[in-house]
């Protein structure tokens, strides 16, 4: 394994772990591959509620999932063999097999693409590599030892372990003597030594590593195969030293005979792991690599893909032609003949058609396709003279040129045309799009709205695919014929030149599919570029092409003004003077000034420089005293007035100047008329980026978009053109010296947001901020304070509506922090609205698992969505400020949030959104683990949170009468709403009844606590021979020899899962807790669409219409009631029928009750 200190940052792992027992051979290998992994430089947390201290297994948070969703990170989700389906919803999966497939529980519903690894070489399955074993040596051999004393062991004694069901082997046939092992006894290492050290034999009828701990004790294994021991599947890695496998004589003494071998074999293996271990590391990881690519690219087609359909959908609603529809004439190029390409762009247009969509082709091709509106090419036609007698012929408002083979995308063209209609005063407006990358892949491209700078210097992303008004067209002479290679973007600047940039739009909507276009260095831009630049009064501008397609602009300056280059100087000796140094040796631009603002600096060293720079008595090096304690914003305003410069230039005194004409190029762009500020691109000392251009809203109020990234060309190619941004970084701000003036220099009350709101100002004002990537500076560690909270706060309350909609940037791509040019969560659904529909936005914010917040929260809403009633998103994470004014939600619904920055979310929501805010509480928070409160003060903690983020909200909604009361005072508006049941997943379904011999009796512990199932633990034991107990969710240990059928993640296909057991009635035990007095009665629910009879404890969840038997607490009356309803199973069965229909006629989520949901969630 190669280390590096600029290696990218590995992706996560994830292990899904049972509690930490130490008798449990296999649950220690999943805690100490979460160790191991730690150990060995990587990120592993374990899902657990119960851990081993002395291991290094941190557990899985909430806050860490967010976190490394922020920074773009693919967790590697690790299960153990008995896990079924991905409970944790990961992309990259691995099966760690501990033991054959199902033989304990689960193995079923594996991924096609799960990576396997097998705990021992017997565990491969068929088609898995060989190599991928890793044998994870889990005994103490500190612990499991000789004993000092050889004659401590007593011939022929023995001890036994009857295995996880408690039988296997013949007791009668023990000595009177044999100590049993079991699940709970001996409770400590110690004590199980102790057994084993004084034995001579250890009889088990499981396959466990027990019988090697026995052998390492000295103390003989006997493996009684069978049931509970089907196969040997570890006898490459142990040799089965120590072990017999049976009993015949023979077997027992080679067992004998191989004890001192085993401890040196299992040593072997310590060592041989390491290299397994670096194995799994490898494959998990370049596995979590691909799959980060390839859900970008699934994503986006599956995003088109769902829109499009939605589209469709929306097409044939009765008022979404009811306005005026634009006729659009798109023009087909065709100049290669492909017959087979131009039917594709015809057919997407075709599948387009309909509504509020009107599309006429105007096709020119050399093929001469014989279509109506078809004009054919001949050799040495001019296309563009083509398309112009085409469009001049037509009847269309607006036109758009496409080449065969690009695509519409159904939702992207019907957005188009709906907004068209409403853009009565544009000239010329385009879309976003998607580029085909491969056969069946796609990448975004998603333009920011109009970018002058980004035009220019990349015409081939952003200047094809305009919409353009036809009578505008029409009156400015149809498109140049002289430049066929760039008569688009010639149209573009001619507009420009006539009108400005006023009347030019942006859609943020992907219109067309189309492949990737080579950059090319094309004669007729850079001339069409010189042209406009001279139109505009650059009579001495150039256009160069360092790389084909990309152009930089020199504009031809003839003054030559004098620069204030200005530097606050807060300690940093060294890095100051590599500063001063580079500035000095490497600017060829004479006519400057440096100012070194000294803020109080007592370093012997630091005063003793700044003196000899004094002494120099250059008038070109300045230095200005100040206070310590005064602001630096309040420093800099007061430096530019002692300023001599017609251009300010504020430099980090940790920058290092590498080019020699870095200040010419920064007032290339400053001394043009219309620009603000202007930025460079800062490196760091390892070559990644620090800074290129900021981003509105991105992860706070302003973020860095590719910080600590490669210097490579970006997000279409952001990273190496000049462009137009909202801000730039303050390390290195060019501005003119009478518009920082105009702008009232930097606002102090701003603080760390001073330059970002200056930078705002201007562009507020009408000019344009530019970064330029020609201009690359090395920086160091800058000192720069963090902005606080009231610091962001005061940027929202100023900047807010920008800080949402960032003109730089797109709509659709994610502000979370990391997240930068990734589609965000709800890029690109489209609006029920555009139907006519007045439905209100809702956005809701669920509770984390795969259960939590389905019925309460996502199936309402879905349901909701599905009938038209409400329009919006589910997005678990809660929005920032900026993406919540972004989304501009009516009402916004939460769920269980008390985590401290989930209430200061809330806390902003309340003072910065305009949305209805709804708290939705489904449980007793304060009795229920959360994470990120200490376990000893959990409740209090919990409490006092919910106390202060349900201050914030504007409505209390629980799912109880007893939640009501208990959180009376809470909220001024507490409503309740009792849980109803989603009928989608239950229709059809039906259980079966008097399946089994037995009656088969169902105890439900999912979402139960454990001492719930401890209610009952006598009588479920009691009638173990009674009845066929089936439990679904987690069984205790001690129980599990009394329950017959034990079933887990149940979660996927719950509905369905629950009516193939067949059972003729089911228990519902509630300790008499405030948690469970306030839970709801979904259980009951759900037994009840399926006419299941239910006992269940006589609290106030099951209190009410249900129609179920109750029972107070103790055996004798759970006794009675189980053996009332196994004396009559067919008036159990009346029983379940009169609860199924009074849960299908009362409780269901439909109708009415749909509506009075949805109305609850919305301000009265």
Known sequence: MIRSLYAPRPNPYYLLAPDYRRNSAGIRVMHMLCDVLNRSGYEAFIVANVLNPELMTPPLTNQMIALHKQQGLEPIVVYPEVTSGNPLGGDVVVRYLLNTPGFLAGGKNYGEDDIMFAFTKGLLLPGMPEEHVMFLQPIDLNVFTLPEDPARRIPGKICYYQGRTGSGIDKDSLPADAVEITGSYPDTWEGLVEIFQTSEFFYSSATTALSAEAALCGCIGVVIPGKGAPLNFSSEETGNYGVAWGTSSQEIERARQTLPLLRESLEKQEVAFWKALDLFIETTQNAALTSRK????????????????????????????????????????????????????????????????????????????????????????????????????????????????????????????????????????????????????FEAALRPDFNLDLLLSYPAGFSR?????????????????????????????????????????????PLLISDAVPAQDLAEERGVIAQHLQQRGYDHAQVNAPQPGHYQIDYGHAQTPRVSIVILLDGQLPQAQLCMDSLLENTTYSHFEVLLLDRGNQDSAMVDWLSGIEQLGVAQLQVLRYEAEASPIAIRNHACNQASGDYLLFLDSTVGVVGKDWLQQLLNHAMRPEVGCVGAKLLGGDGRIRHAGLVLGLGAAVGDPFLNGPDEPGYMQRLQVDQDCSAVAEQCVMVRRELFVAAGGFDETMASWAPTDLCLKLSQAGYMNVWTPRVRLFIGDPQVSAANADQDDLMYQRWLAVLAQDPAYNKNLSLAAGGAFKLADSAWSLPLSIAGASAPKILAHPARGAVDGQSRLIQPFNALRSEGLIDGAVVRDLMSVAELARFAPDSVVLQRHVEGAQIEAMRRMKVFSQAFKVYELDRYLPDTPMPGFNRENHGPQVLDALRQGLGFMDRLVVASDMLAEVFEGFNPDVQILKTRLDPQPWIGLSSKRQAGDKPRVGLSARGARPDDLELIADVIKALANDVHWVLIGHCPTHLRAFVHEVHTDVDAGYAARLASLNLDFALAPLQNTLLNRCRSHERLLEFGALGIPVIGSDLEPHRGDLPVTLVKDGAAPWMDAIRSHMADLDAAQRLGDSLQQCVRSRWLLDGLHLKTWRDIWLPA
Request: charged fraction near 20%; charge should be negative; proline fraction near 3%.
């Open 465 to 509: 695919h305009w919409l353009l008004r036809r009578d505008t067209w029409q009156e400015m002479g149809g498109f140049a014929d002289d430049c066929q290679d760039a008569f688009e973007l010639q149209f573009i600047l001619r507009l420009i030149e006539s009108g400005g940039v006023e009347g030019l739009g942006h859609i943020s909507e």
């Open 294 to 441: 390839a859900k970008l690219e699934r994503g986006v087609a599956k995003r088109l893909e769902a829109r499009d359909q939605a589209a469709r959908q929306l097409q044939a609603a009765p008022a979404i032609a009811q306005g005026h529809v634009p006729n659009i004439g798109v023009v087909v190029l065709d100049l290669q003949g492909h017959n087979d390409l131009l039917a594709r762009t015809l057919n997407s247009l075709a599948a387009c058609a309909g509504g509020a969509v009107s599309t006429v082709p105007l096709i020119v091709s050399n093929a001469s396709p014989g279509r109506s509106g078809a004009h054919g090419l001949k050799p040495g036609d001019n296309c563009v003279e083509a398309i112009n007698q085409l469009v001049r012929e037509s009847a269309c408002d607006w036109l758009v040129v496409v080449h065969a083979g690009e695509e519409f995308t159904a939702a992207g063209l019907l957005m188009t045309s709906l907004q068209l209609a409403q853009m009565g005063e544009y000239r010329a407006v385009y879309a976003d799009e998607v580029v085909r990358v491969g056969h069946n892949s």
